[in-house]
């Protein structure tokens, strides 16, 4: 039941939820996630839930009382029972990472997204590993880390078009099936094992 948690939480099932779950540390830059916020105020269809704990919460917790805004909630971590319906109880997903963020591994929080079927935006250099698994099997967007603007064009650009949103979950689920799904994993690499083997 993935709308427990909106219930849980107080928000209405009419609101579009933006999410950001997992470390709020410095080094993820997700002070921007604010200053989005700031910049989707008058888009009253949109509410940006930031799940987690880290250094960087109490800056961004000030940040969103002096702006006075009402359109963000800060939750703790939520147990893990909870993590599916949290997950899917978010229409869009954010993995936010800074410009020098060292981005040849993909961010560990995108397998479980995926699992539950939902799009994400990615902040993440054209080229990196990142940017090219989201754009390439069209799993959400990719955008310009540390750009406010470009990525609340993005969020609104996507809560707008429920078709698209939905595409993009349906591939999401797809990838996490073929691509992350343990059994797949070692299927793959005991054929490549086996390959190797066969040629050496």
């Known amino acids: 039941d993935h709308n427990a948690f909106r219930r849980e ?3 209405p099932e009419d609101r579009c939820i933006v999410m950001y779950s997992g470390n709020l540390g ?13 910049l989707l105020q008058n888009h009253a269809e949109i509410c940006v839930v930031v799940v987690g704990d880290g250094v960087a919460k109490d800056d961004m917790v000030a940040m969103t009382a002096g702006l006075q805004l009402r359109n963000i ?20 997903h954010l993995v936010i990472q800074k410009q020098e963020t060292f981005t040849s591994v993909l961010p560990s929080k995108l397998a479980n997204i995926f699992a539950a079927g939902r799009p994400c ?12 698994v989201v754009s390439s099997n069209a799993l959400g967007l990719a955008v310009e880390p540390d750009n406010a603007a470009e990525l609340s064009e993005a969020i609104i650009r996507l809560v707008a078009d429920n078709t698209c949103l939905a595409e993009m979950g349906k591939n999401a689920r797809e990838y996490a099936i ?8 070692l299927s793959r690499l005991e054929q490549s094992l086996e390959s190797y083997l066969r040629e050496n």
């Not at 703790?76 to 949290?86: H, N, T």
Request: overall charge negative; charged content about 25%; glycine content about 8%.
């Open 178 to 185: 073929k691509q992350l799904d343990m059994d797949q994993i």
């Open 73 to 92: 909630i800060f939750l703790p971590v939520q147990p893990r029972e909870k993590l599916p319906s949290m997950l899917q109880a978010a229409d869009l």
């Open 121 to 132: 935006i990615v902040t993440a250099g054209e080229g990196t590993d990142l940017e090219v």
């Open 26 to 38: 410095e080094k993820q830059g997700v002070e921007i996630i604010v200053e989005v916020s700031a």
């Open 9 to 11: 939480n107080g928000i």
